[in-house]
């Protein structure tokens, strides 16, 4: 059996074939054009299907069945989405006098959404985040995923809603259900459906960095993920609730555990940036994996970068970047051992940085653990497969999917 999974970031859009021993036999990243714009979900849709027959020319090229037995689909949140397409992305910045007082991760966001786009929240009849959007296109059915019961302060409470200074209307939040849910199939009436595909069974998956979490398997007391892209999130499960300036606990997927994460906003966006100024003055394309070589080695000749100012700016800004992440881990580890919590033994790495040898192995030493990468360095994906299995009931749970589909590279 396989699962088509699919993932929704912020620049685009990743998706697999994945069978039941966690191998991906195909994979396609279909990039977006409008995430700078509030139609940015606009695109989704079709993205979505570009990525599918891409997996298909790569399985038929192979002499691959491409037969998935089901669609699961993760993407980015607190990101809110109207029936219209209307959309305030996660990253944008909202103003405090829009800011709603509550622990509540979407009702600030809404409130703000209802602000600067008042007609599209009055003709709605739903507000969703990323991945639900996409759901609802394929099968019609309106929900908000709730990872775990003990998410929902995290997601909204009528109370909250109602006493917010928006006075935000709850008819509006479509009912919660848990990753892998069986939400109906493919819908016949898209345009763009393959007609093998119509009637697929689709299955919700979850936030993103939930289903990252579920991907490495980060669901035991001490496991730590390093998910690293444009930004970055460390990631420790632990048997309480951490509590620390620098940390936002929120619950594990596995009742009982709980998940404590230290963001670090900018580490993947900054190199970018850095990136870009190196191809400026060197005049040509440099790759990532040069670029890092260089700023980690100590051999003067050994150089991809001439100019020495932009070369110090580069040494200078990985030695930023390595003392978050140390100071990240410390600090985790430190609050967990207070705690009584487990301790760190490995970590596990995913995301777009992942992908990088040397500089994995910069952060095993740097940390001092032992680095576990994934087969699947775009975890979320392996997390929406493991959600579908469940949901098919091909694994009784979670925990017993993800022993069996997160593989590592480097075992």
Known sequence: MTVLSADIGTSSLKAALINEDGLPLAQSRIPFYLYGTSHASTEWLSAFFQAVEKMRSSCCARSIPFTPDA?????????????????????????????????????????????????SYRISKHLFSGPEFLLWQLTGRAVTILPE????????TEADAFCSEQKI????????????????????????CPQDLVDLPVFAGSPDFVAALVGTNTLQEGCLCDRAGSSEGINL????????????????????????????????????????????????????????HT?????????????????????????????????????????????????????AVTGGQASNAEWNAYKSKLTGLELHVPLCTDAELIGDAIFAFCGIKTFKNIREAAQKLCKRKDA
């Open 149 to 156: 019961e003990r998410f929902t302060p995290a997601y909204w």
């Open 295 to 347: 700023l980690l080695s100590d051999d003067t000749k050994d150089t991809c970068i001439t100019d020495k100012a932009v070369l110090s700016q580069g040494k200078a800004l990985i030695q930023d970047i390595s003392n978050q992440i140390v100071q990240a881990v410390t600090t985790l580890t430190e609050e967990a051992q207070k705690a009584g919590s487990a301790l760190p033994h490995a970590l």
């Open 169 to 192: 209307d709850t008819s509006k939040f479509p009912p919660f259900v848990t990753p892998g849910t069986f939400l109906g199939g493919l819908h016949c009436s898209i345009k763009s």
């Open 71 to 119: 669609v699961c689909i993760s993407g980015n949140g607190p990101t809110v989405v109207s029936d219209d397409g209307t959309t305030l992305l996660w990253k944008e910045a909202i103003s405090v006098e829009s800011s709603v007082q509550t622990p509540s991760l979407f009702l600030p966001r809404i409130a703000f959404f209802k602000e600067q786009h008042f007609l």
């Open 237 to 292: 499960c632990t048997n309480k609730a951490l509590s620390h300036p620098l940390i936002r606990t929120l619950p594990s997927v596995i009742p009982g555990l709980w998940n404590a994460s230290v963001l670090l906003p900018d580490t993947g966006s900054r190199f970018s940036a850095y990136h870009q100024l190196v191809e400026r003055t060197q005049g040509h394309t440099v790759s990532h994996a040069d670029i890092v």
